[in-house]
């Protein structure tokens, strides 16, 4: 079974909205979202542990909200104030350690399989 699978990607214009979608199997303590565009190192967006903890990328603080439906074991990515700097490639990882700080991509040993969001200025 795919630990990981997301949803949700598209392509709106700036200042429109998405939500992204992360369906996980399983108990994880970090959850996360990243993204990279072609030719861009991949960057990480925001972060969620399993207390409740968050944390973003300055680039998105105040657009984006994580959030985790533990009911459906599922991590979402709203997305507010759509940039077109914004569009890439967003995948979700997750990991089941604990740690202090969930931020880097390093970190992750579960990542699905990326949605594409474009943004048109």
């Known amino acids: 079974q795919v630990p990981l699978v997301e949803s949700g990607g598209g392509s709106v214009q700036a200042g429109g909205s998405l939500r992204l979608s992360c369906a996980a199997s399983g108990y994880f303590f970090c959850m996360g979202w990243f993204r990279q565009s072609p030719g861009q190192e991949r960057e990480g967006v925001a972060f969620?542990?399993?207390?409740?903890?968050?944390s973003y990328a300055d680039s998105v603080k105040g657009r984006f909200t994580i959030s985790k439906d533990n009911a459906k074991n599922t991590l979402y990515l709203q997305m507010n104030g759509l940039k077109p700097e914004d569009t890439a490639m967003y995948s979700c990882a997750a990991d089941k350690w604990w740690r202090a700080v969930c931020t880097g991509a390093h970190q992750y040993n579960y990542w699905g399989q990326g949605t594409q969001v474009t943004v048109s200025s």
């Open positions: 969620i542990r399993s207390d409740g903890y968050t």
